[in-house]
């Protein structure tokens, strides 16, 4: 069953190994967890529904409970200390497009706000419900989770916007084909979700990003329904693709998605290259995308990513080894590792190979084939089952991500990393914090940093040590040419930087595109644009 105060499958647990334990203990010192409080203690404390009742909507304390929250770590603390602050009055699990238009006619009778419901994997305030005088229904789409539609001609694949990755890929799979979208989410995180928060899969540099899997669907609003059609181009004015996109549940409920698949490549396999130094490591990533060499995937980890990745990957023979080989070879303290992924055809597969490995060869990268790629790849979707050994320990995690051209990434990633580091310095306190590069395009690069430090000792100091890093960070991404967000979308925890990404006249347009369809406000309130 899945876990109603953390990460995925409650049978599941990821072990930290003993050599983490350590590494971590000498970084920011030993810590001592902070007490979980049980599912059952929270029920009294949902209060009584206000929603007025209907059939399809179930008032149950542990259905509320379990909408109430993502997975941001404030969302974490607020479950794990029982002080969840408000609830949705309600939860729906609509099966049809009728049904999502009843609920949507019964939300604007009642002068209800509705909140659209994925998975429940943001981790920026996306679905949580504000609190006020005005009851809230959530609408959970996991019920629309079937492939409703494959041309095989076209390669389009219509599905119910709940279906989560697992479902889209073994449907899709079933028939021979992919979407290739994986985000780090995959498990949990619906197709509907993934077109609403404007997400980005590990592969994308093959795929594409949402944006371009997205190519068509219907979304059912309170001014009736919208068909948006699969056209492979057009020149016809916006795209109201677009306005979709990233629209996070403010404009409607996406029902149906269209999306262009890709018959399932014949080899795919993930290599992994050590580097020197950051320089070396960052020009050559540079030069491979600008190169356009057909890499499915490529991550830069940074030194002390680097170093982490290897210390808390168990197996302390095999990284020695692995450690004194590349010591030989150049490669020592201040190393950074390089992950790719190869996907396609045969002759795609090796052309591509032979080019990345002459590119990273100019940059003294040392090539040590696919057994750590493979490694990799294994453990993609299950490496945030970490995050609970890790706060089982007394260890709090959060991550931060941005994106910015080539010139500016080095900087950015720099105050980003300092101001995480030292943000806890006036509580005696360290974080441990490191950054990978992924998601890379000719003009630059996604920055993907996560720190870690040490709970406090009461659940609201700690709430606090992780909104101050949250707010400076976030400022100085926005201040910095960064974009608030390259992949977890704006939410309301972002909401408050959007203006000086956006600019005055261009919050004024997304204000008055969810006016058009949604004047009241019922729509998941306080979202993407603040009141
Ligand atoms: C461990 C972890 C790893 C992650 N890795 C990645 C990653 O690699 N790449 C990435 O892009 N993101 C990642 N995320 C963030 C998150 O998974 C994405 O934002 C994802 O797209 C959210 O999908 P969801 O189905 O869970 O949506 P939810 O969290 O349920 O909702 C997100 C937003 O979309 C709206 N929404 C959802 N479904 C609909 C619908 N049918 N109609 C209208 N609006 C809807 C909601 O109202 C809300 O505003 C990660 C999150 C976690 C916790």
């Known amino acids: 069953m899945r876990r109603w105060n953390g990460w995925g499958d409650d049978q599941f647990n990821l072990e930290l190994p003993p050599e983490g334990r350590q590494f971590l203990g000498q970084r920011i010192g030993s810590a001592n967890p902070l007490p979980d409080v049980g599912l059952e203690s929270v029920k009294p404390r949902v209060p009584a529904s206000r929603l007025p009742s209907h059939p399809a909507i179930n008032t149950d304390a542990e259905h509320r409970i379990r909408h109430a929250r993502g997975q941001s770590l404030a969302d974490w603390l607020a479950m794990r200390s029982g002080d969840f602050g408000t609830f949705p009055d309600g939860v729906a699990y609509p099966e049809t497009n009728r049904d999502v238009q009843n609920l949507l006619k019964y939300a604007e009778e009642h002068g209800v706000a509705l909140i659209p419901y994925g998975g429940g994997t943001s981790v920026a305030g996306h679905i949580n419900p504000q609190a006020g005088a005005t009851p809230v229904l959530t609408l959970d789409m996991s019920r629309m989770n079937r492939l409703l539609d494959l041309d095989r001609e076209s390669q389009i694949a219509t599905f119910g916007a709940g279906t989560p990755g697992p479902l889209v890929e073994s449907q899709l799979r079933a028939h021979g084909y992919t979407l290739g979208h994986f985000p780090q989410s995959f498990e949990l995180s619906t197709i509907g979700g993934w077109v609403a928060s404007r997400s980005s899969g590990q592969q994308s540099l093959r795929y594409g990003r949402i944006e371009q899997l997205f190519a068509g669907g219907r979304i059912e609003t309170l001014r009736g329904s919208l068909t948006i059609p699969t056209l492979p181009a057009s020149s016809a004015g916006p795209d109201v693709r ?20 890709t018959p399932l490549p014949e080899q795919e396999s993930f290599h992994v290259v050590f580097f020197p130094d950051w320089d070396s490591a960052r020009t050559a990533c540079r030069k491979l995308v600008q190169n356009r060499t057909q890499l499915s995937m490529l991550r830069l980890s940074n030194a002390v990513e680097t170093e982490t990745q290897l210390a808390l990957a168990g197996h302390p023979k095999l990284i020695g080894l692995l450690e004194s080989y590349l010591s030989l070879r150049g490669s020592a303290d201040r190393k950074c590792m390089m992950t790719f992924g190869l996907t396609g055809s045969k002759h795609q597969h090796r052309h591509a190979l032979r ?24 453990k993609r979707f299950t490496m945030p089952y970490l995050r609970e050994a890790l706060w089982q320990l007394g260890y709090a995690v959060d991550t931060l991500e941005t994106a910015t051209d080539w010139d500016n990434v080095d900087n950015l990633l720099n105050r980003i990393e300092e101001n995480l580091r030292n943000g806890l310095n006036e509580k005696g306190e360290k974080a441990h914090v490191f950054t990978h590069l992924s998601h890379f395009y000719p003009q ?35 201040r910095n040419r960064g974009t608030i967000s390259h992949q977890h979308g704006v939410g309301k925890d972002h909401a408050p930087y959007l203006p000086v990404e956006k600019g005055e006249l261009g919050i004024l347009a997304i204000r008055s595109l969810c006016d058009t369809f949604d004047p009241d406000q019922r729509l998941n309130p306080g979202t993407l644009v603040q009141p």
């Open 242 to 261: 677009e306005m979709i996109l990233g629209s996070e549940g403010r404009l409607g409920v996406i029902t149906e998605v269209a999306v262009r698949v």
């Open 355 to 378: 080019e990345a490995r002459s590119i990273c060869s100019d940059y003294q990268g040392v090539y040590t084939g696919t057994r750590l790629g493979d490694k990799w790849a294994e």
């Open 444 to 478: 630059g690069c996604s920055i993907y940093t996560t720190y870690v430090f040490r709970v406090a000792d009461s659940y609201e100091e700690t709430l606090a040590r992780w909104q101050h890093l949250k707010t400076t960070t976030s400022e100085l991404i926005v």
